[in-house]
């Protein structure tokens, strides 16, 4: 019922920036929260970012500061704008939403996101 397509991943130097993007299509007016996951080689998955239909958002302490997670309404996406960005930041990033009354996840294909010299 939702479709999520991500884009914006990458080969990035330490230090440099990237902005990930994750359009939604669908229903998406079910939608109550989108978010970020990242799952790095031989880890689980783990939430980077989040923000609700209202626009709170909320992040991992491991990206605070760097990352800043937004939305566009009028596009039906949400963005994740990565800076200083890290060797441990390398991992695919899957874009996440979450539907209630029933409550469901959806996800995105992934986006790789790789941190190297």
């Known amino acids: 019922q939702v479709q999520l397509v991500e884009s914006g991943g990458g080969l990035v130097q330490p230090g440099g920036s990237l902005r990930l993007s994750c359009a939604a299509s669908?229903?998406?007016?079910?939608?109550?929260?989108m978010g970020w996951y990242r799952q790095a080689p031989g880890k689980q998955r783990e939430l980077v970012a989040s923000?609700?239909?209202?626009?709170?958002?909320n992040y991992a302490d491991s990206i605070k500061g760097r990352f800043t997670i937004s939305r566009d309404t009028a596009k039906n996406t949400v963005y994740l704008q990565m800076n200083s960005l890290k060797p441990e930041d390398t991992a695919v990033y899957y874009c996440?939403?979450?539907?209630?009354?029933?409550?469901?996840?959806?996800w995105g294909q992934g986006t790789q996101v790789t941190v190297s010299v």
């Open positions: 996440n939403a979450q539907r209630q009354l029933p409550l469901i996840n959806y």
């Open positions: 669908g229903s998406i007016f079910t939608i109550y929260a």
């Open positions: 923000i609700t239909n209202g626009g709170s958002p």
